[in-house]
């Protein structure tokens, strides 16, 4: 059977007439209203409340008044009803594909829904992960197409008709590469030599790690601020802080010949990775002494880590402490993308609560560059 979304989309309007975004969004509103039950089921998860599935209301584009300046806003898509307790709800959806997220314009679009009531949300589909991260802050929910593609698997007792036009649908997402990808596994990352994808799955994992909240890096330390995102340099992707006095990286190790190390497993070589780096020379006594009994205690924390401290690395003497573990058991049973990016954030989150709550690192690095700690 032809594909209803693939023929109305090869056939649409010029592009500057009705661009990509909005024919998504028209499609998606279609599969909502197809069914009550979908629709009523999209709306009970964005709100986490049950809701009436005859009181639902649908809107694309609709003028609504913004702010306080009294400009007209056109939100995607506003659904509106009532949920099953009887309060009045509306949702107002931001949509993205191919352009970037506008902080500016969620944030206008979250100001004029202030005035809608108890029960209101802004919702945001975007094209991947580091899209949602940019909008997390300013949305109640957000969510990527490849997870409308899940919400959809999980729908239930809808007729055959409708049931044929979410697999329709779900097939358009994945040919226009808005469905989940899949993921790495440690299969192919032990086979990276041979799977070229791999480095474009490191980067996109990568690209989110700089809209992530880091409790644990003490930003006074790092002159420059951050972090910052890494493109792809010296064989690793990633963020960093600081400018070298000194400067601390973490991220995904791709390659291991500029960084003169030896993989922790050989036939597993990419790597998730931490380093802080200096300019200058140490004094011997403080290689020796602070960061190295520093290393040797985050190596008994984290077994199965390689830990380098000062003195093994001799031949890169501005590179001070380091952490590394193979990628591929960090992300080890992750289904999508999405979760392998929480389980790297997590580990790099309880790598630098155990290094910077050790106080030899701050002290050892702020005497030498001359910093110190607020109210120190």
Not at 27 to 56: C, K, M, N, R, Y
Not at 133 to 139: H, K, M, N, V, Y
Not at 185 to 212: F, H, M, N
Not at 261 to 266: E, G, H, I, N
């Amino acid at each position: 059977m032809p594909n209803l979304f693939d023929a109305l989309f090869n056939h649409r309007p010029r592009q500057n007439i009705t661009p990509e975004e909005n024919f998504l969004t028209a499609a998606f509103v279609h599969l909502l209203q197809a069914s009550p039950d979908i629709g009523a089921t999209w709306a009970s998860e964005v709100l986490g409340s049950p809701v009436d599935a005859q009181s639902l209301k649908f809107e694309t584009q609709a003028a609504r008044l913004g702010d306080a300046s009294q400009a007209t806003i056109y939100p995607d898509v506003e659904i509106s009803g009532t949920l099953a307790s009887g309060d009045e709800f509306v949702l107002w959806h931001e949509h993205k594909w191919n352009s970037p997220t506008d902080s500016g314009q969620l944030e206008r679009y979250r100001t004029a829904l202030s005035n809608y009531g108890r029960h209101k949300h802004l919702v945001f589909i975007g094209a991947d992960v580091i899209q949602t991260a940019e909008a997390r802050d300013l949305c109640n929910r957000t969510f990527t197409w490849a997870e409308v593609y899940r919400f959809l698997d999980a729908t239930v007792d809808v007729d055959l008709h409708v049931e044929q036009l979410i697999r329709q649908f779900q097939e358009f997402l994945a040919a226009q590469g808005l469905g989940p990808q899949e993921p790495l596994s440690p299969g192919l990352l032990v086979a990276y030599t041979v799977a070229p994808r791999v480095e474009a799955a490191c980067i996109r994992l990568a690209q989110g790690l700089d809209k992530r909240a880091w409790p644990h890096v003490p930003v006074w330390l790092f002159t420059g601020g951050g972090p910052h995102y890494k493109p792809k340099i010296w064989g690793r992707v990633g963020v960093e802080w600081g400018d070298w006095a000194p400067a601390l990286f973490v991220g995904v190790l791709l390659s291991h010949a500029d960084h003169r190390t030896k993989p922790v497993d050989p036939d597993d070589t990419v790597e998730l990775f931490l380093t802080i780096d200096v300019t200058g020379k140490f004094k011997k006594d403080l290689m020796t002494s602070d960061l190295g009994l520093v290393a040797a205690d985050l190596r008994l924390a984290f077994p199965g880590v390689c830990v380098g401290g000062p003195l093994d690395h001799k031949a890169s003497p501005w590179r001070k402490l380091t952490m590394r573990e193979p990628l591929s058991r960090v992300i080890a049973g992750k289904r999508d993308e999405a979760a392998q990016a929480e389980a790297i954030g997590a580990r790099l989150d309880a790598w630098t609560q155990a290094l910077f709550a050790d106080a030899r690192v701050g002290a050892t690095l702020g005497e030498y560059f001359g910093k110190r700690a607020p109210g120190a």
